[in-house]
C-alpha cells in the first residue's frame, strides 16, 4: 500500500500505521521517529530539529523534505509505505507530490483520522513510549500499561516524550489546526481523500483494509 495517514497528534497515526505494516509488509515511516532518533544520535539535524520538538513546533520544510527525499528512495519502500506524521504543511505536501511523480509512484489514498479533542488531549497526556529507537512500541497508562515499566517487546524502560508536557501538547494541537488540518481540504480537492471517523484504532485499521481492498 502507499498511503498517507493524516490526523491531530495523539490521533492513532502511530498505532495504525504499526497495525497495517502486518497486512503487506508495507513499511511505516514516521518523520517523528526518525528525528527522535537523529536526537538521540545527537547528529547536526538532531540538534537543530530538537529545539523545534520540545517546543511543539514544526521542523522547517526543508529539512524534512531534505530527509524523506532519501528515505523514500531506500529499497524498503518498493513493497509500500504508510507515511506517518508527514507532509504536515501545505509546502511539504506540493513537495511529496513532486517526488512521488519524478519517483513515478502514486498514493492510494489519504486517510484522515478524525478524532474528537477530547480524546487526544486524554490519549496525549497518558501516552507513553519505548525508548528504544529501533522500537518505539507505545503504551498508556490507562489502557495499555507496559509492566514494571518495562516495554513487553524489547524490554526497554518505557518513557514519557520529552514533547509531551502539557505546554507542548497543547501547542502541538494548535499547531496542527494552523498548519496541518488545511491538509484535508488540499487532498480532498485533488479527490484522494478518505475519511476515518473513530475513537478506535482497531478499528481504523479495519475499514483502511476494506477501503484498500476496494
Ligand atoms: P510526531 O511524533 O509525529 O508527533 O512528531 C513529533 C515532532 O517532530 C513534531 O511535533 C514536530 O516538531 C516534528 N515533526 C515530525 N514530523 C514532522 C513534519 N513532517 N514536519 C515538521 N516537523 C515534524
Redesign the pocket.
Known amino acids: 500500500m502507499r498511503i498517507i495517514l493524516l490526523g491531530a497528534?495523539g490521533a492513532g497515526?502511530?498505532t495504525v500505521a504499526k497495525l497495517l505494516t502486518d497486512f503487506d509488509g508495507s513499511v511505516q515511516i514516521?518523520?517523528?521517529?526518525?528525528?527522535?532518533s537523529e536526537v538521540r544520535a545527537g547528529t547536526d539535524l538532531g540538534k537543530e530539529?530538537k529545539e523545534?520538538?520540545d517546543?511543539?513546533?514544526?521542523?522547517?520544510?526543508a529539512?524534512?523534505m531534505k530527509m524523506?527525499e532519501g528515505r523514500l528512495q531506500e529499497p524498503d519502500c518498493r513493497k509500500g509505505f504508510i507515511l506517518?506524521?508527514?507532509?504536515?504543511?501545505i509546502q511539504?505536501a506540493k513537495n511529496l507530490g513532486e517526488l512521488l511523480s519524478r519517483l513515478q509512484v502514486r498514493l492510494d489514498f489519504v486517510a484522515n483520522l478524525e478524532v474528537p479533542r477530547e480524546v487526544v488531549l486524554d490519549r496525549l497526556t497518558t501516552r507513553r513510549t519505548c525508548s528504544n529507537p529501533a522500537c518505539q512500541e507505545i503504551y498508556n497508562i490507562k489502557t495499555k500499561p507496559a509492566p514494571g515499566g518495562k516495554c513487553e517487546k524489547c524490554g526497554s524502560p518505557v518513557v514519557q516524550?520529552d514533547?509531551e508536557t502539557e505546554a507542548?501538547i497543547l501547542h502541538?494541537l494548535d499547531?496542527y489546526t494552523k498548519k496541518t488540518a488545511p491538509l484535508v481540504d488540499f487532498y480532498r480537492k485533488e479527490g484522494i481523500l478518505r475519511d476515518f471517523v473513530s475513537v478506535s484504532s482497531a478499528e481504523t485499521v479495519q475499514a483502511i483494509k476494506r477501503e484498500l481492498l476496494g
Open positions: 497528534p497515526k502511530g514516521s518523520t517523528g521517529d526518525i528525528l527522535r530539529a523545534y520538538m517546543r511543539g513546533d514544526l521542523v522547517p520544510d529539512i524534512i524523506m506517518d506524521g508527514f507532509p504536515r504543511t511539504q516524550r514533547d507542548a502541538r499547531t
